[in-house]
């Protein structure tokens, strides 16, 4: 447990809003104390109106300045108009001031301390229950090692509101590209034909290798390409705003990166991307998509969605479904905003009902069906290069997936798993394609 001290200057309001950074902050372990003395952690929560506000605000710095030099891993942060009103000023003058928070970022300050932590190499300790339904990465689609996953990044630094990743998981660290490659090379060696490169954030994938050279996810794409065996490469979860010009450019360039892309946009309002700190508007990832599918013409997208955000107006989820339209995606997850403790998010005030966001889940649910469906409709007729990777429930079924990671069901030999070949597709159901094999395969993206 460590321990919080706030000191309040003016008003009620102001008394209210220390109560709310108390309770922000106690998911990250923090309990309140009588006395700066015994505090892990000072918050001067400050006023302007109140006569000599500035100066008593110093003169009690001057005192925290005395009592951090017994005890140097103190957090010192000056909240309220005070704040906001001497800005760096404060901090040149009184270095003490580890925080800054002005009166409209309050909710920031879990990912301020998160990020001081990690800028001074501290651990941040947080009660955050940890593996928890969005925390987590996806479990491995194949359990026979023809699909295999190989984890090249963790953590985050994107601190969107909703999200507790970037507190449980802590800041982002990519592996280096050597030890990646030789794994991709042993599995490889045990039957892998297919490599899923998986990050909390992959794409923004930056490893160092032992001559000191920097690799982006491009190029650790071509290095686990140069690998005869092989034949798929893959990689997930990507944000938006780290799809740099050579990973966009490697959709057009790589033939054994697969025409398929989770991309999640969570929501299709600029006032609510902004309200999630999302970093990157609608139009910014319709741009990206247009960009992504001049380089790679049949990509398919997926991508998550959040309904219910605090203070989603009808008009933002409109605008959701809008974005929607304009891309067409291929598959989706979509989920209702569920408060995690701690995250700034939870601690909004206007609040969505179950039942609006039950109503606005179930009508974006029905529209992603439908271009899922649409998707899988138009490859019915068409010959698609399939990569078998297990059998499947049904006697003599094998269940592989094109390249645009639709599964498919066949009857065919079991010495088909882990090879590629052509599939006639034929039929649909539920999700699932169905069809014959031929022999031979065609170039992966290419139909017939
Ligand atoms: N890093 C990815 C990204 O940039 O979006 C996603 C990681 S998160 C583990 C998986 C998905 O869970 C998110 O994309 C989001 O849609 C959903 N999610 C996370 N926190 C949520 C919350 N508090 N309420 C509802 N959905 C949430
Ligand atoms: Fe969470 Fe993804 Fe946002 Fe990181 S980028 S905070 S993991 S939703």
Redesign the pocket.
Known sequence: MKKLFVKTYGCQMNAYDSARMADLLAPLGFVGTDTPESADMVILNTCHIREKAVEKVYSELGRLTQMKRAKPEMLVAVAGCVAQAEGEEMVRRAPVVDLLVGPQSYHRLPEMIARHARDHGHQLQSDFPALE?????PEAVSDSGVSAFLTVQEG?D?F?T????PYTRGPEHSRAPERIIAEAETLASRGAREIILLG??VNAYRGSDAHGKDWNLERLIAGVAAIPEISRIRYT????RDMDDDLIAAHGECEKLMPFLHL???SGSDTILAAMN?QHTAEDYLRLIERLRAARPDIGFS????VG?PGESDADFEATLALVREVKFAQC????????PG?P??AARKVISDAVKTTRLLTLQALLLGQQDEANLTAIGKTLAVLFEKLGREPGQLVGRTPYLQPVHVIGPKSLIGKIQNVKLEALTANSLHGAHTEGVLAESATA
Do not use: E, G, M, W
Not at 303 to 306: A, L, Q, R, T, Y
Not at 333 to 340: A, I, N, Q, V
């Open positions: 339904k969005f925390d987590h990465l985050c994107k969107c909703f999200c507790v990743v909390q954030n979860t990507s944000h938006p999640p946009v969570q999302r991508s998550d969605f959040i955000f997850f979509s989920f209702k905003y569920s408060p995690r995250t998010a939870a």
